[in-house]
Nanobody, 130 residues
């Protein structure tokens, strides 16, 4: 499966911005649906955003809509999450995920389900505080 490496996390102030990156070591990046999930201490893992294999369709959790933007740079095998207007509740470890969707049908609801993805990065910490 895909080997994933996240980067870009760190401290931020409320209202600030961060851009997370996820590099996927795969042969054909355009075959992979990609997602961002996060887990705050003591809470369940939650969906943040996802993008279709070719990058044409994006999905966002309600908490991310209007603030976060997910994208894929296919030639560079990199997925990004641009996070603006950060809030304290965005504090979490953010995980990159991937699913090889070649030859299969993906439904909108699939993208928000963590168990649908086959590969995960090790996470990058985002801490939003004053």
């Amino acid at each position: 499966q895909a080997q994933l490496e996240e980067s870009g996390g760190g401290p931020a102030q409320p209202g600030g911005s961060l851009r997370l990156s996820c590099v996927a070591s795969v042969r054909t990046f355009s075959n992979y649906a990609m997602g961002w999930f996060r887990r705050a201490p003591g809470l369940e893992r939650e969906f943040v955003a996802a993008i279709s294999p070719a990058g044409g369709v994006t999905y966002y959790a309600d908490s991310a809509k209007g603030r976060f933007t997910i994208s894929k740079d296919i030639p560079e095998n990199t997925m990004y999450l641009q996070m603006n207007s950060l809030k304290a509740e965005d504090t979490a470890v953010y995980y990159c995920s991937a699913r090889n969707s070649a030859g299969s049908t993906a439904y909108d609801d699939d993208y928000g389900q963590g168990d649908w993805y086959g590969s995960w990065g090790q996470g990058t910490q985002v801490t939003v505080s004053s």
